[in-house]
């Protein structure tokens, strides 16, 4: 009700003066139209915003009772004016204007692909995702969604994938309080008619992340319809694209927004791969402020090549084990690779599901080195909390890999802006970096008892000197070693440092080096054929 | 001049009585046309022939001396009629007639796409590539050219990637005989004007190669004038267009010929991923037989995903010294990959041309478990020989892969039709086959004493009893296990033997198991999830 209220009051201001509104913040303006019909299917809405230099179209939808809506996130601070089209007399032509701020602390935008394989905000902000996974959290009711904010917020996970649409697994214990179209279930429900309670919900739940700095990778299809009796993943074109106009109406104003057009896409067998493109293309060509767009896999990987695709989301436990395995995806397709689904923590029945937490941890640091990003979940009943598991409901965290996600993001942070990318993966990959800067080398289960330092070439110059730490990144410590080492050429290849690193010989061992001397200027670089 | 004058009985045949040619065999025609002007550029040439049920239209090309040919490979034994058509009163709506005859045995005709990643002869019979690079062996002269020819008479190898054009490097030992282009060396050419000469010469050693059964993987473009000063990888687009489709007109009718459309393409950094995909798809549309078509990297991998693109040349070394990091290109692409570079047998100072006969051995049979093929060559100077090698010059082979590869070209024969796929590739690949029965285990380096027979579900039936064999890749024998193994189900996902299979010990150790009892009729297959 206060939040209605909000929302009149809202209007009232829009047309008598103008508000304001933080640059990348969700402005809104709220109409009064037609009720009667179905208009989520006779009405037409969009508005122009400009602010004179750029204009921004976006589509509107019906919230029910009466009240339409249009969502915008300003790309830049300053003065915005509007103007609504329809197809409906009360909701064309109206006009507002209104003023972007600038962004405050917190709020860096919209994240984007940024060289090449990795993110960044709108502001320049580089982002480094160390994701999770909890596909129902938002379908759970108050208490178990508040506990699941409350982990987060302590939790190291900047992105959370989730289901937009409820899952049926688990529902007998915690049957969605929402259902997203109109009717009953389990198949009662009239596809022409959404049920905008069911979105305000979610919409509140993804702000909620963006308010806490973690991107929503919403997913938008899925095949976990167990039963087969809500039919949510069986609809025809013409209702699968309804759907995609008004979530991408409602939701694209968050800046937190990320686009997954479906979990384990394979496993959806009413669906071709054209269906996906189709989809993965209307949403490109719908959204204005170009949310990152993926597709995730089951066993058979889609084609990642598409152009509409952003970004590689991956499922692939075996790849994620080894460095030398992880980079060949990011050498397939030259785009940004989040193995979002590494296998999971936990210690079930199925093997998907068995990761113990070093394991996990051990994944994270190989996807690192070949460049690429990791993402977690676990799958270990909370015995205390009704036997949820996080994968599925959210709740709590049992297991032990958050704590070194949490020390492996100080870590990414820590790196240069430009990224970690693999140091010379003609062999054996076990260093990511930025030639000439900044090295991260991983010796994952082979745990060294020493090293002798020795960096592919490029970017180095002779004498060149570099502070070196030990990293347990199981312990989650980090031990300076006292002398700087100096590197020096040595073959056609490599340049070396004159001494060995000593090394505690356990497994989850790693180090950083730093230069303390400016990089080779242009890079030097061997024949053609390396 | 024989040739000449053969050519000229063929023509006074034609035109009397329908001649005889072998299905799948070269039919050509030969006409006399004007010699004026510029004929490569200026006269159009096409023929339409028809067996009443199928028609192809095939471009025709000037060879030089007034003379025009039209190539023909008949796709179907039968009579077939024909019609030219040009520019040109002489050479238009010229006819004639022929019969092509049943193949002889030898003649598979040419190769296509099997079973999504394997590939398969036009009458049927698998096709399983053991294949060799010499780049400029066909630039050598007649006496290294005939020893060649020789050297692959009695190697394991089935396939060659070749050069069309020469290459600079070893020039100064054995400069070509001829040039692809009118004029004189270094760089005064005519690009208008193509040598026949040239050509004829190249298709003389592609028509040996078929006639032993070798496939010729024909490289169209190479980034290898070293010193710049020839001017062939720098063409403009009309000229790289005249190039493809006179090399089609007179090459396409050799049931051998693979397109590859470059070598390390991305070191001709004259033209554009653009260019490329424009030169694939013309070839794709000028091509009547649809000869498989492709295109090798250097350091950056072309898109494969391209629709013109039929199967994956790799060059990888680092990936294909293990099959679970081998087989994600497969899963990327689902194409038929090819590791066509894979480094090389070799001492050089370059670090992909150092592996020991033992790891080259090691890597093809790594790709063969990740359901994919290997390509080999070496860089071993032949001192007696005037210190050629292998990989630019051929000559002879020096090196101790071979004689391996030539054995696991039998393993590979004696598997089934379908290829060998991986099974299970969920944790660590090292089976591949057909489920329930085939299966090749290899342990690589792993040197095990004993194995206890494990293997994933799929195709499996209690009870099913299975013969074993020990295979020693190296020492390259074959050793049966006296009693049949016999599978019980174990857990969700495996099936077991009862007892252990005492194996050597050392390094390269495989074993292949043979299905004594027929396959579960439905494969069996656990959850979506796995």
Known sequence: MLKRMLAGLLLALCSAAALAVEQWDVYEVELKGPADGNPFVDVQLSARFSDGTQTVTVDGFYDGDGVYRVRFMPPRAG???????????????????????????????????????????????????????????????????????????????????????????????????????????????DFNRFNPVFFRHQEQRVAQLRNMGIEADLILHHPYDDKREWGFDTQPREVDDRYARYVVARFAAFRNVWWSLANEFDFIRTKTDEDWAHLGRLI?????????????????????????????????????????????????WRKPVVFDELKYEGAHDRRWAQLTGRQMTHAFWSVTIAGSYGGHSEFIADADNHGTVWLGQGGRLRGESPARLAFLKEILDAAPAEGLDPIDAFDDLFIAGQPGRHYLVYFGDRAPAEWWPKLYLTGLRDGQRFKAEIIDTWAMTITPVKEPLQFKPQGRYDFVAATPIKLPGKPGIALRLTALDAPAGAAARPGLDD
Chains 1, 2 share one sequence.
């Open 284 to 332: 490109q060509r719908l959204d204005p402020y170009g949310h990152l767009r993926s597709i995730h896999n089951g066993k058979r990987i889609y084609n990642q090549a598409e152009d509409w695709i952003t970004h590689v989301s991956m499922q692939h436990g075996m790849a994620a084990t080894d460095a030398n395995r992880a980079v060949l995806f990011r050498e397939a």
């Open 79 to 189: 003065r915005w004016t509007w103007v609504t089209h329809s197809n409906r007399w009360p909701l064309t032509n109206k006009q507002g204007e209104f003023t972007a701020t600038p962004p405050q602390p917190g709020n860096h935008g919209p994240v984007g692909v940024r060289h090449v394989y990795h993110f960044g905000y709108a502001d320049g902000t580089p982002y480094r995702p160390v994701g999770t996974t909890m596909y129902s959290w938002s379908h759970r009711g108050a208490a178990l969604e508040e506990l699941t904010l409350k982990t987060l917020a302590t939790s190291p996970f900047n992105k959370v994938r989730m289901l937009l649409l409820p899952q049926s697994h688990g529902v007998d214990k915690h049957p969605p309080e929402h259902w997203p179209y109109a009717g009953t279930p389990p198949k009662n429900w």
